[in-house]
Every structure is written in structure tokens, then in C-alpha cells.
């Protein structure tokens, strides 16, 4: 009798693996877990966006609520015949959802519709004021040339942007 009961104690040890997240702290828990993701948008009956996600997790009783791609996002734009326009990627992004202000961290690499690559590691997009900016360090590749310097502003399509404190590789005529 005594063997079964130190077999049966012996045998609810608490286990590491397979824990369940703490109800004490409803906020800390997603909302929504998604894997895989692979989603188009529309506008007005046209796709213009493709996004893929290796996960995504939506937090609504945070404040402020966000979803999170801490494993990365890729998004392509399209134009109206289905031509990629522009790319976003990095290696971490939040979309805090109630200011339309993506948060992109790590790695960030984006083109635009003329062939320029930005690379940055934090860069926020704000889609109410249709605007992309950054303090952070950022280099743009252009045929001709590479500019590279600290703070960077722009139109949300790429095509209007400033580097503040430059310095830079230019082709120049003589």
C-alpha cells in the first residue's frame, strides 16, 4: 500500500511543458492566435495588399490594444493590375489599431514603386496622417546612389521622403 501511494505522489510532480497562461492578468492573454498567415486585402474590389505572418496575435484588453507579429511580418502592395508596388519586411511589428500606428523592429527593409531599398531597424508608420518616419539610423539604395544618415520622414507611398543628418555615396557628372 505504501509503494502506490509514493508510485501515485511520485507521479504529480508539475510539469514544465504544457502550462497554462495565468487567468490572474486577463490582458496578458491574446485574444486571437493565428499561425501561418497569408491574407489579401481589398479596396473598392481590388487586392492591394498581401500580408504573410508566421503568427499573429491580437491583444483588445490591452492599453492601448495592439496586434503583434513578433516573429515577423512581409507585406507586398499592389497596383491595379496585380504588379508588386512595394515591399515591408522585418523581423518584429505591432499595429496599435485604435491610432492606425504600425511599430516595425528589426531588420526592416522596404521598397518602393521606383526601385529604392530603405533599411532601418525601428520605423513607425502612422496611416491617419499617411505618414512613415524614424529616429533611428536608415539607409536608402537608389541606382545612383546611397544616402544613409539618422531620422527619416516620408509620404506613406515611399515616393517623398527626407533623411536628416546625411551622409552619402553620389554619382556625380563632370
Known sequence: MVVVVLILLSSCKESSRGTVPSFEFPDSIAIMSTYDVNTMISDSGH????????????????QPPYWAFEKGIYLEQYDTLM???????????????QAKLWKLIGNVNMTNPNNQRFYTDLLYWDQEEELIYSDAYIRVEQEDQITEGVGFSSNQDLSVWQIRNTKGIYTVDN
Not at 487586392?47 to 490591452?62: D, L, P
Not at 504588379?83 to 489599431?97: G, P
Open 47 to 62: 487586392i492591394r495588399y498581401n500580408i504573410e505572418a508566421e503568427e499573429w496575435f491580437v491583444y483588445s484588453k490591452r
Open 83 to 97: 504588379n508588386v508596388e512595394s515591399t515591408i519586411k522585418c523581423d518584429t511589428a505591432y499595429y496599435f489599431n
